[in-house]
């Protein structure tokens, strides 16, 4: 069983433990006494049961485990043990006895009780706080734990009409008088109350645990940080104008949708350039009213033109203009996309492609396919048309770019083909593989190389979503039929061949940790169920700090049920290795990759590109729910917005 799978089992046992637990009390109270020991009989197996799937889940990580050892089981072990030592003598006596005793067992009740409220807490904890246990929160936990059982001895306490009209007397029941009771009451409060303002204290910028001293240097302001403004020895500047406005655009399905656009397309106009080329384009925004910018996806540009409203710029409001200005020094396929309220902005339109072919004179026979998908209204779309004639021969390349915030699945019937590279870079010694299926990250590129067959070749999305045909003919016939649901991903880290990168053995500088989950954080000054990091939502988690030069290393781990596209701006990523098991094949460089639910993945990459970048999920509503944070380097400011400019502590 994956870890993903570890973890679900583990939220089912842990609601059915808490919910034996309520069912042996309630049943209790009720004087249902054979019922209340089978059902204690059924709390003790499943906590049992809680306890071995903490232990499988503690082989996979400590991560995954932290606040079930630190709180949730010792507090449900305690509570437990307590309702079974106190509890079952006391069941076994009333089972056999030969009168069914006239009134509740008060004690046996609070025991029982005490323990689900210990068992519900742990989940709660797991659920809606997660990683990493704070002091704060265990002690919000045992105050929750304490004002539960206060609540149920003051219950128990009330007197009881028996049969006769009479008050019943139990002598075991707690006799709690008002003062004790409120101030009793008073000093759980106070557990809350301290937990609740450690809970809020801000924490400091994550240093990585380096021991590195950063390098002397003047201090750079965002301004200072923009592109060349000359190409390349004999190369030219390409200039583009970007306008951003409300427009009426017709699918390829022929439906019509109210989008957000760039010149009134979707995508918008392809940006292309030879490697050296300056590229120079001006984002004009006609109406666009929450803003507009533009951010070079995977493209790693001088940080002032990165696009980032608030940290790299200030956004471009209706009526006013931008201009971005970089050398294009890296052939390969990009895209680019609005960086300010992204995740409504690019899903309804304001999006295009960017590539930069090599200067090598290339195959002047070859057909180069640029392929944006994109879905809207629930629709999946591939971009550039859905027919197109290759004679037999021809060398053909589709550049495959996931603009959407979720994977996308990808097969190529009818021939053999290499992924020549990934995420714009290529990759080294691809094979030709088939019937093979390719999974494609949100924001990721793939580009497909193969010589045309005499037949018709299939480039197929989502089973059947989506198609482009192409056909060495016009009357060709379509490719034998296959069964693609059933072809296996390609796996990356396995494909291609093996090449030294100095890099990849480098002693880190600095290791952060990025744990990805949902809980109850702040989110833009708002209390919300994120998507967090480290327990924290934008912009409360804390700037990671590095220094020019420093070898980086990011261990990234998904305690959620869900897929988190990770993100970094202006560097790609070596990736070293997923769930322990080291990268074989290819050095894979990637700026997008997929963290799958329970997956821990570790990269590694050289701050070679000063300025405050952002580093986010890349499916774009959990960006704005929260999962988003700054890698800094040491010395440089912005003037500008600063919305992520809280948040303070050591990483490790």
Not at 16 to 40: D, E, H, K, P, V
Not at 195 to 218: E, F, H, Q
Not at 477 to 498: A, C, K, M, R, V
Request: proline residues 6%; charged residues 15%; hydrophobic residues 45%.
């Amino acid at each position: 069983m994956t870890t993903a799978h570890w973890i679900l089992v583990d939220h089912a046992v842990a609601l059915l433990c808490a919910a034996a637990w309520f069912a042996a009390g309630i049943t209790m109270s009720l004087r249902r006494i054979g019922i209340a020991l089978a059902f204690l009989a059924v709390a003790l197996l499943l906590t049992v049961a809680r306890t071995a799937s903490v232990v499988v889940l503690a082989g996979r990580g400590w991560w995954f485990v932290q606040e079930k050892v630190l709180l949730g089981l010792p507090l449900l072990a305690v509570a437990g043990l307590a309702a079974a030592v106190i509890t079952g003598t006391r069941l076994r006596a009333q089972v056999t006895g030969a009168r069914r005793p006239e009134s509740r067992d008060g004690t046996s009740v609070v025991a029982l009780l005490t323990a689900a409220y210990a068992a519900l807490a742990g989940f709660v904890v797991t659920f809606f706080v997660g990683y990493p246990l704070t002091l704060g929160t265990a002690l919000i936990a045992v105050a929750v734990v304490l004002a539960g059982i206060l609540l149920t001895m003051r219950v128990l306490a009330a007197p009881e009409v028996g049969a006769a009209g009479k008050q019943d007397a139990d002598p075991d029941r707690s006799k709690v008088s008002r003062r004790r009771f409120f101030g009793v009451a008073s000093g759980v409060i106070a557990l809350g109350t301290g937990g609740a303002g450690l809970s809020a204290r801000p924490v400091a910028s994550m240093a990585g645990g380096g021991d590195r001293s950063p390098m002397a240097r003047t201090a750079l302001s965002m301004r200072d940080l923009r592109g060349a403004d000359t190409p390349a020895p004999g190369c030219v500047r390409r200039e583009y104008v970007l306008t951003a406005r409300k427009s009426t655009v017709r699918l390829g399905t022929g439906r019509d949708i109210d989008a957000l656009t760039f010149n009134g397309t979707v995508p918008g106009p392809p940006i292309t350039a030879d490697q050296g080329d300056l590229i120079e384009v001006t984002l004009v925004n006609a109406d666009i009213d929450d803003g507009v910018t533009l951010h070079w996806h995977g493209y790693d540009v001088p940080c002032g033109e990165d696009g980032a409203a608030g940290v790299t710029q200030d956004v471009v409001r209706p009526g006013d203009e931008f201009v971005y200005r970089f050398r294009a020094d890296q052939a390969g396929t990009y895209w680019y996309h609005t960086h300010h309220a992204s995740h409504i902005g690019v899903r309804r339109g304001l999006y295009g492609t960017l590539v930069v072919k090599p200067r090598t004179v290339l195959d002047a026979g070859q057909l180069d396919l640029t392929l944006p998908v994109h879905t809207f209204d629930g629709t999946a779309t591939i971009g550039g048309g859905a027919e197109y004639l290759a004679p037999a021969g021809t060398s053909v390349r589709l550049r495959l770019i996931n603009t959407d915030s979720e994977p996308h699945r990808f097969t190529l019937a009818g021939t053999s083909f290499r992924v020549a590279a990934v995420d714009g870079r290529d990759l080294h010694g691809p094979g030709e593989i088939s019937l093979t299926a390719l999974r494609l990250a949100a924001g990721g590129r793939y580009d497909l190389v193969f010589v045309m067959p005499s037949t018709s070749v299939t480039l197929t999305l989502d089973n059947r979503a989506a198609t482009v045909r192409l056909r060495p003919e016009t009357d060709a016939p379509d490719s034998e039929p296959t069964d693609i649901t059933q072809w296996s991903d390609l796996d990356l880290l396995s494909y291609g061949s093996p090449a030294p990168v100095a890099l990849r053995t480098a002693t880190a500088d600095r290791h952060f940790t990025l744990v990805l989950d949902r809980g109850l954080a702040m989110v833009d000054g708002t209390p919300a169920y994120a998507h967090t990091v480290n327990g924290r939502g934008h912009p409360s988690i804390p700037d990671q700090l590095v220094t020019e030069g420093d070898v980086v290393r990011f261990t990234i781990v998904n305690r959620s049920l869900e897929i988190h596209p990770w993100h970094l701006h202006g560097h790609p990523v070596l990736i070293l290795s997923r769930d322990g098991i080291p990268s074989s094949g290819s050095p894979l460089w990637v700026d997008t990759f997929d963290v799958e639910p329970g997956q821990v993945w570790e990269v590694t990459f050289r701050a070679s590109n000063p300025g405050i970048w952002m580093n986010h999920c890349h499916n774009l509503p959990h960006a704005h729910q929260g999962m988003m944070l700054r890698l800094r380097y040491h010395g440089v400011t912005t003037p500008f917005g600063g919305e992520h400019t809280r948040g303070m502590s050591h990483g490790h």
